[in-house]
């Protein structure tokens, strides 16, 4: 006659519930860690750009405002990223609550090199939970926060190259 243990049929489960849930798919938010949302929004070119949120290159998300002192003096360090890693890092400016005219105006005169995303309803802003600026978010190249705080990373080469070179 075969038993079936009872305390060891629910001990597989959990145990399998725990392994699923190691292993399953990562939750998807905005602190680091987590699986950036998809985002999607209108460059100042016209274009639509989509954040990635998998699969894609490491990216710089740069949330800043016209209004914004240290935003406006962080610039020549994204340019300074965008000129140093070209395509293998995706670079996006997204401005927070300001009008499409503003944006141009602020990003022409400010010498962005970038694409610029308009917010100006700050949908994406809130969707990022953006509280202050100016907010820097490293993605990997599989979607996922690796930097999140206020402005750059202290060393965002290092950062970036070891993302370049990570499987």
């Not at 305390?7 to 519930?17: D, F, I, M, N, T």
């Not at 939750?27 to 680091?32: A, D, F, K």
């Amino acid at each position: 006659m075969r038993g079936v243990c009872v305390r060891c049929g629910v001990l597989k489960l959990l145990v399998s519930l725990f392994l699923w849930g190691c292993v399953g798919p990562s939750p998807t938010g905005v602190l680091e860690g987590e699986v950036a949302p998809q985002t999607k929004g209108g460059a100042l070119d016209g274009s639509t750009v989509v954040v990635q949120s998998e699969g894609g290159r490491p990216a710089l998300l740069v949330f800043w405002a016209s209004w914004c002192l240290p935003c406006r003096a962080e610039v020549p360090h994204v340019n300074a990223i965008v000129e140093q890693y070209g395509d293998r890092v995706e670079v996006i400016g997204i401005n927070m609550g300001e009008p499409e005219a503003k944006v141009r105006e602020s990003a022409q005169a400010l010498g962005m090199r970038y694409p610029t995303l308009v917010d100006p309803q700050s949908e994406i802003s809130s969707l990022w939970r953006v509280r202050s600026l100016p907010l820097g978010v490293v993605l990997d190249a599989n979607g996922r926060i690796r930097f999140r705080g206020n402005g750059l990373p202290g060393q965002p080469t290092t950062l970036l190259d070891g993302l370049l070179v990570a499987p």
